[in-house]
């Protein structure tokens, strides 16, 4: 064994031994972006803060010494920064050890590493792991979705999640196949046009209430429900004429069905994720109920801002907030 791989692994059981040294509490999400769907989860074991790649803490309940915490985040990001180094370094050897390379993957995605995330899943696109597949089809959307992404570029990546997304479904339906196969549907109709987007509309509705069936505490499903329903909701006339064209029964929703699937998921996992709160901002302005839009909005203008994507939300939300008088 080389002496990397006995670092490596003794930094492993370190953590491991510490983290499991009291009852472990439930797991709880740290960062999620949906559509933008980021969902990290950790094993928390005495509480405490834990932080992000940039250093910024995240929310969860603090009762143990500021020693513990800094030992959990710098075991996590030596052991992250070695097992990466030897991931990408050596991937035949990990082919037969999924689980370390799902571990890895997931630490990055964590750590908002977007392009070393791509970096390391794009060397399996060829695996027959359906836990793989759909993270794949995940960091392939969130690389097209930066900024830095060039439109041809961007395309490409959408129908290559599209396609990673569906081989994983292919392989094993869980609740994470199903959604992303649904998110990846309804960004490639964006390509395709208002009418195979409409056409697409149940097959996406289906894949989403799907995942919520199969892991119900999955507060993103829930929430990517709601954004389905709001959108029928407001949807515009001549849009709902492309859908009576193409179904007998278009498909309909109100904004209080949007709004019950926003609430339903900040009851499952409170605060997790700002474009929720901004869809629930969003929501109540619509049905004229101007107090808890603006308590709503004003949270999607003061969660931290971990992601693009949180950016551009606290900026609509600064935005409709004026709109109703509030001073910036």
């Known amino acids: 064994m ?3 791989a006995k670092n490596r692994n003794r930094m492993h059981q370190i953590l491991y031994h510490w983290a499991l040294r009291k009852p472990a509490a ?63 370094q050596s991937p035949a050897a990990c082919d037969s050890d999924k689980d370390d390379i799902i571990e890895q993957a997931d630490y990055l995605y964590g750590s908002g590493e977007t392009i070393k995330l791509y970096q390391l899943l794009i060397q399996y696109k060829d695996s027959e792991n359906a836990e793989l597949l759909w993270r794949l089809a995940r960091a392939s959307r969130d690389l097209a979705q930066l900024s830095s ?26 609740f994470a196949a199903h959604k992303w196969y649904a998110i990846c549907i309804s960004d490639v109709g964006d390509y395709e046009g208002t009418k195979a987007k409409i056409a ?21 499903s829930i929430h990517l429900m709601g954004l389905w329903c709001f959108t029928f ?17 278009p498909p309909t929703s109100t904004y209080e069905e949007a709004l019950a699937y926003f609430i339903k998921a900040e009851e499952v996992d409170p605060n997790f994720y700002s474009k929720n709160l901004l869809m629930l901002g969003k929501t109540y302005l619509k049905l004229k109920s101007q107090k808890m839009a603006l308590l709503w909005l004003t949270k999607a203008k003061d969660h931290p801002a971990y992601t693009e994507e949180d950016k551009q939300v606290q900026k609509e939300a600064v935005e409709l907030l004026k709109t109703l008088g509030v001073k910036i």
Not at 153 to 165: D, F, G, P, S
Request: glycine letters at 6%; hydrophobic letters at 35%.
């Open 26 to 88: 439930e797991e709880r999400a740290l960062n999620v972006r949906s559509h933008g769907v980021r969902l990290v989860r950790i094993r928390e074991s005495c509480g405490g803060a834990c932080y992000c790649a940039s250093g910024e803490p995240v929310k969860v309940s603090s009762n143990t010494s500021n020693l513990g915490r800094g030992l959990t985040a710098t075991l996590l990001a030596y052991f992250g920064f070695e097992l990466y180094s030897n991931l990408t």
């Open 233 to 249: 909701a407001e949807m515009p006339w001549y849009q709902q004429k492309i859908a009576s064209m193409l179904f007998a029964t």
């Open 200 to 220: 697409n509309a149940y097959v996406i509705k289906e894949h989403f209430q799907k995942a919520i069936e199969l892991n119900p505490k999955d507060a993103t």
């Open 2 to 4: 080389t002496q990397t």
């Open 149 to 174: 992404t060039s439109a041809d570029n961007k395309k490409k990546l959408i129908y290559e999640a599209l396609a990673y997304a569906k081989k994983s479904l292919d392989k094993e339906p869980n």
